[in-house]
């Protein structure tokens, strides 16, 4: 055991030794951090982890000057799920937070690229915030859609980019400029909120849209406006506050009232419309306004349509056409009723014969009240089932039991024509039977009918009369003291009357004149009236609103036969 230890002694005594000049050395030597760059090693874990950002690639790595982040240079590749980003070099912290710094280029598949100069990510927000330098922009490129702006921020966690300081988006159809902007690439739809401008595209073509909000859709190329929005082309305006416009068709459903002006200056409003910008038509539902500045006239109603291209429309449901002569509100303002009122344009193509032009093309303008006509301005009112009016003749034919009515005096027959002047009649025609009748007093009525009468009138009032055929009179002349006290009966082939201030001034009859001449105390009651007449004072429209008023009694006269017809 002895020996034992005496043959340990040099061991022990040479490892004493070695550690004495080893701790000698430990004192003298300074330890050095080695910062020599090193290629990073990639992991080989599943590169479709959720919120997960790999480093895939950089020629150098080194450490950050705190524990939380990583410095890699040169050829940088990142990866977060299908998403990658290349950039000159970053930082890359702990927390999967990325800042990316030259030639930054984030792609998607083959389909989705964004190129910035610099990029902020955030591993707990999934926010990529990218930056362009001074003059410069960061672009977004999806297919066919190219967003540019100065600061623009993607959401990963939801795959949506948007920008808060300005920014464009186009296609092959649009160009979109805005303040705040949104863009899906997977929706492929765009929000553009203050200050939004649409700008077509397309050759020749003249729209502009100008909203403060807009969904619009890359796909389809339909905008959706929920603001008041102004649509500009050359074909004419649109305002809205609440609906879609097709840029591809130039379609438009629009609500919450809209207005369409057309080139002509024509303007259709209605609680619903839908235009077609290519056809130049308009369809409006509910409480429908089509107004003809041109042409002093206004159409309403509960639905109807316009056609700009052919100048027609149509008016159904509640329509009323109202024709003024200074404006709308004027006392001359004439208010027209009926079933459905329609407008449209004739055009009469050029005639040559020989190569030599005979007649040149022309246009005339119709408009046609049919059925259950009624009408009302303050000095004339009047009914019939059918109205047409000639714009180019200044022509206003009144159909099928046409009555009209000026303060007390009442007429009416099978067809009245009247030619207008301003807005006021200056000749009247009933070719086929008329009758005309006077309110004197009580049950006293000037009653005058003929086969065929014409009238002419200046400062509407009546000038001159003539009536020719089967003429039949009854007329009570007024006595020096204004009292009424004899009736005449006259019967005659012709008869010519000439008024001043509304009475009659003189009267001619001639061939055959029969009458005579009763006191009204004598004067038995089948006197008092000529075998066709009739009052029709309670179907008389009272106001504007009474034209609206189809009674019964109306109906039925205008399903009798004409009125030459009875006995």
């Given at each position: 055991m002895r020996r034992d230890c005496m043959r340990l002694l040099p061991l022990a005594a040479a490892v004493i030794v070695a550690l004495a000049s080893l701790g000698t050395g430990w004192g003298r030597t300074t330890l050095r951090r080695d910062r020599t760059p090193i290629r990073p090693q990639v992991p080989g874990a599943s590169r479709m982890v959720a919120d997960k950002v790999f480093l895939e690639r950089a020629d150098e790595l080194r450490k950050g000057r705190t524990d939380d982040y990583q410095v890699v240079v040169g050829n940088v590749l990142f990866r977060r799920a299908g998403m990658y980003m290349y950039c000159d070099s970053a930082l890359f912290f702990e927390t999967d937070s990325v800042e990316a710094f030259g030639n930054i280029r984030m792609e998607q598949g083959d389909t989705l690229f964004v190129y910035a100069d610099q990029l902020v990510y955030g591993g707990n927000t999934r926010l990529a915030t990218l930056y362009a330098d001074a003059g410069k922009?960061?672009?977004?490129?999806?297919?066919?859609?190219?967003?540019?702006?100065?600061?623009?921020?993607?959401?990963?966690?939801?795959?949506?980019?948007?920008?808060?300081?300005?920014?464009?988006?186009?296609?092959?159809?649009?160009?979109?400029?805005?303040?705040?902007?949104?863009?899906?690439?997977?929706?492929?739809?765009?929000?553009?909120?203050?200050?939004?401008?649409?700008?077509?595209?397309?050759?020749?073509?003249?729209?502009?849209?100008?909203?403060?909000?807009?969904?619009?859709?890359?796909?389809?190329?339909?905008?959706?406006?929920?603001?008041?929005?102004?649509?500009?082309?050359?074909?004419?305006?649109?305002?809205?506050?609440?609906?879609?416009?097709?840029?591809?068709?130039?379609?438009?459903?629009?609500?919450?009232?809209?207005?369409?002006?057309?080139?002509?200056?024509?303007?259709?409003?209605?609680?619903?419309?839908?235009?077609?910008?290519?056809?130049?038509?308009?369809?409006?539902?509910?409480?429908?306004?089509?107004?003809?500045?041109?042409?002093?006239?206004?159409?309403?109603?509960?639905?109807?349509?316009y056609y700009e291209l052919r100048d027609s429309a149509r008016v159904w449901g509640r329509a009323l056409a109202r024709q003024y002569s200074a404006n709308e509100e004027a006392e001359d303002t004439l208010y027209l009723h009926a079933d459905t009122i329609r407008t449209y344009q004739v055009i009469t193509p050029a005639q040559f014969e020989n190569d030599s032009l005979v007649a040149a093309a022309d246009s005339t303008h119709y408009m046609v009240a049919a059925p259950h006509v009624r009408f009302f301005r303050v000095d004339l009112q009047g009914l019939c089932d059918s109205m047409t009016l000639v714009q180019r003749d200044s022509m206003m034919y009144l159909d099928k039991h046409p009555v009209v009515w000026s303060d007390n005096r009442q007429i009416f027959g099978n067809e009245i024509q009247v030619h207008l002047q301003d807005s006021t009649a200056d000749w009247a025609r009933l070719p086929r039977f008329g009758f005309m009748a006077e309110l004197i007093e009580d049950e006293f009525y000037n009653q005058l009918t003929g086969k065929e009468m014409y009238a002419t009138f200046a400062d509407r009032s009546i000038r001159t009369l003539d009536v020719s055929g089967n003429v039949q009179a009854i007329y009570l002349p007024m006595e020096n003291d204004s009292t009424y006290n004899k009736i005449a009966n006259i019967e005659s082939s012709f008869l010519s009357a000439e008024f001043a201030d509304q009475q009659l001034q003189r009267m001619k009859m001639w061939n055959e004149t029969n009458g005579t001449m009763t006191p009204l105390y004598l004067a038995r009651k089948n006197l008092y009236y000529l075998p066709r007449f009739r009052w029709f004072e309670p179907l008389r429209p009272k106001d504007p609103d009474d034209v609206f008023n189809i009674s019964k009694e109306m109906l039925d006269l205008m399903a009798e036969p004409d009125f030459d017809s009875r006995p």
């Open positions: 922009v960061v672009k977004l490129i999806n297919r066919d859609v190219t967003l540019t702006t100065e600061i623009f921020n993607y959401d990963m966690g939801i795959e949506l980019g948007y920008y808060e300081v300005g920014g464009t988006l186009w296609d092959k159809q649009n160009r979109l400029t805005s303040w705040y902007g949104e863009y899906s690439p997977s929706t492929k739809e765009a929000v553009f909120q203050d200050q939004v401008h649409l700008h077509s595209l397309r050759p020749n073509d003249t729209l502009d849209i100008y909203t403060d909000e807009m969904l619009y859709s890359t796909l389809t190329h339909v905008a959706t406006l929920d603001t008041t929005s102004t649509i500009i082309s050359g074909d004419g305006t649109i305002y809205t506050s609440y609906g879609t416009y097709n840029t591809e068709n130039q379609q438009a459903d629009l609500f919450s009232r809209s207005l369409v002006k057309a080139r002509n200056g024509n303007t259709l409003t209605g609680d619903t419309l839908f235009y077609d910008r290519e056809r130049g038509f308009g369809r409006a539902i509910g409480n429908i306004e089509l107004r003809d500045s041109a042409n002093r006239a206004i159409l309403t109603g509960d639905e109807g349509f």
